[in-house]
């Protein structure tokens, strides 16, 4: 299938659809007393959850608790179905840096409730990210530090080396299930 070839630079306004992906961090799993998924678990947020750098984060109606969590944003270039594992990042176009919000007190309701978490993760404003960075100016996306300042202070820092799942079998298992699009964040 063809890559796109319009500037992905602007995929904020160009998005079809978020994909993401829960406990795919073995340590943040354990320190909200989640078990590690054997297949990567997949939510998705609606484009109005982007934002941009600097733009204002707006909590839900109700919540008390909102957190964040720091992630690798994957720019999907190129469309692909039952997309190899080996030929997976022949897929991407670029990255991101993306924050995950979600309100903690919701989704521990929903969750208490048996009920889907889905309303504490895709209000609109719930996925702030930076700017395009091609997939060639990444030298190893399984090697990057990602970090998280509150007003100066560091909130979070990991690294991509410790996914549970690497990009390749995401995008592997996501084109399984349907197409992975371009202009998708990952």
Not at 95 to 122: F, I, N
């Amino acid at each position: 299938m063809a890559a796109y070839s319009g500037d992905l630079r602007t995929f904020v306004q160009l998005g079809r659809k978020i994909l993401a992906v829960g406990r795919n961090y073995k340590d943040h799993a354990l320190e909200l007393g989640n078990p590690m998924p054997d297949k990567p678990l997949i939510f998705m947020k609606p484009t109005s959850a982007f934002i941009q750098q600097g733009s204002a984060i707006k909590f839900p109606k109700g919540c008390n608790e909102l957190h964040h969590e720091v992630e690798l944003g994957v720019i999907i270039g190129r469309r692909g179905v039952d997309i190899p594992v080996d030929r997976a990042m022949d897929h991407v176009a670029g990255y991101t840096v993306a924050l995950d919000m979600t309100a903690r007190d919701l989704q521990a309701e929903a969750k208490s409730k048996g009920h889907p978490w889905t309303l504490s993760k895709c209000y609109d404003t719930s996925c702030p990210v930076g700017p395009f960075v091609s997939k060639e100016s990444v030298r190893d996306p399984h090697d990057l530090q990602l970090w998280l300042k509150v007003n100066g202070e560091v909130k979070q820092s990991g690294n991509t080396k410790d996914m549970h799942f690497t990009i390749p079998v995401l995008l592997n298992y996501i084109s399984e299930i349907g197409r992975a699009s371009c202009r998708e964040r990952v």
